[in-house]
């Protein structure tokens, strides 16, 4: 295409993508003051509690509106929130973009309910969101556990090697989807281009969970978004790194995407709400706009900020440097807004946590020898204190971690029966230290770092009774064990 063509196209681009249809529409309605004789029940803020009223304002209930002809309909868009969607797929990189106002959740639960059916083996990494794994169960999938590569540093799993994918590709061709994270919560990238070209190469659609990526595709120093390297789908969590509400995402198609948009639509009407947000939608279609319009300063900014910490963190006595030097098996960058403060094993993650919440900063996670950080834009204002307090808090000798120590097992158990086929039988309850040699009902999810140990159709070995024990002994809880002093857990009925 000729310059002049090209850049008439990036000016309209830039033009069309400083508007918001939803919202304005939104804003329109509202100034009407009408008089609302539909759901909600709290009538635009006249019915609303007074307390709540005084806390946030009346403009929030204003806002919250339901499918009325002018506001389109999140199921069936044709109007202004399809004006959004089209928008954010332009400015995302993709085909086709879908709001969500349940989460990234809901957006992984119908992409794999899109590409597979009863029966079908998805390949995935071991270290995938619960929602994955919800979603395997749903369909009747069977799961094809990939073990990723490990951060022995902050002792949480990174990315995928190709060659496990490959190798893995090569001994179950008739797989119909691969699943990838990019990042991983504590921000590690595998290289996603080479992974994704191993997919394509054999004709197997691919799944990008980029729920903490939303902000990749808007500023040249992040890593690549899985919707610039050919993936077929794409979720973002746009409230966790955009100015979206929470709850706000997006599930992109590819622009070469191979899987049917109608499939993708009709699994999204089988699993989200018919309720959605306005207000959230509407922060889905203003993040957008703020992310494509936000001054490349802006960016910068925040990444010097978050590279400050990360210096000040490995000058300062009791912290190791992270992350590593790339480019590692599987870890081919880090996201540089993720900032992992890790301990040399003076000090534990916990009391870290604890000492900076005590002077007002709220880390995103904790885990046994670190503390994620997750900084962005915004946080201008409180980075040079947080670099003081983090000399503060390691200044003062407190139990150290000993030796170094890790959040998530080295192996995968083995299989006994498929997901769903485990998390519908009958079960039964006993204390997690007699359930050695029994198959789990449910899945076993230690937080941090939020990722299942133990999903349901697998057995739970003496090893891992083991390892979970030493996590509940060290004050961690996980989501399928129910509280001391039994620690409870669901087993399938022999
Ligand atoms: C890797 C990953 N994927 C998906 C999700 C789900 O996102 P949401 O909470 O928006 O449903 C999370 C949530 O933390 C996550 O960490």
Known sequence: MAGVELKQLKGRFTVRQQE????????????????????????GGRAAWSGLLEAWGDQVFAYDLTELDSLDDLHAPGGVIREAELLAAAAFGAQRTHFLTAGATAGIIASVMACCKPG???????????????AVILVDAYPVFMQPEFDDLAGV??????????????????ATLLVLVNPTYHGACGDIADLVDCARERGVPVLVDEAHGSHFPFYREFPPSGLAVGADLVVHAVHKTLGALTGGAMVHMGRESR????????????????????????SLDAARMQAVTRPAAQWSHALALAHEVRRAASLTEGFLPHPPRFPRPGYVAQDPLKVVLVS????????????LTGLGHYPELTGDNHVLLVMGVGDQASAKDLVNALAMVVSVPGPGTGTQVSCVPKTIPPVAMRPRQAAFSQWR????????????????????????????????????????????????????????????????EE
């Open 20 to 43: 918001t249809p939803l919202f304005s529409a939104l804003m329109r309605h509202v100034q009407g003051k009408p008089l609302q004789y539909h759901v909600p029940g709290h009538k």
């Open 259 to 282: 899987v049917p948009e109608r499939r993708l639509r009709s699994a999204l009407r089988l699993v989200h709400t018919t309720s959605p947000s306005y207000l959230t939608m509407a």
């Open 344 to 355: 040399d094993g003076r000090w534990r993650g916990q009391d870290l946590a604890r000492a």
């Open 429 to 492: 309850t006993l204390p997690l230290e007699k359930a050695g040699g029994l198959v789990a009902g449910e899945m076993i999810v230690p937080y941090p770092p939020g990722v299942a140990v133990i999903c349901p159709g697998e057995l739970i070995t003496a090893e891992m009774v083991g390892f979970l024990m030493d996590l509940l002994s060290r004050g961690h809880s996980a989501h399928g064990i129910g509280p001391p002093p039994d620690y409870l857990v669901s087993v399938v």
């Open 157 to 174: 799993y990174t990315g995928l090697v190709p060659q496990t994918v490959e190798d893995h590709l090569r001994a179950y061709p008739e």
């Open 120 to 134: 079908d083996k998805v390949l995935l990494p071991r270290n995938v969101h619960r929602s994955v794994i919800a």
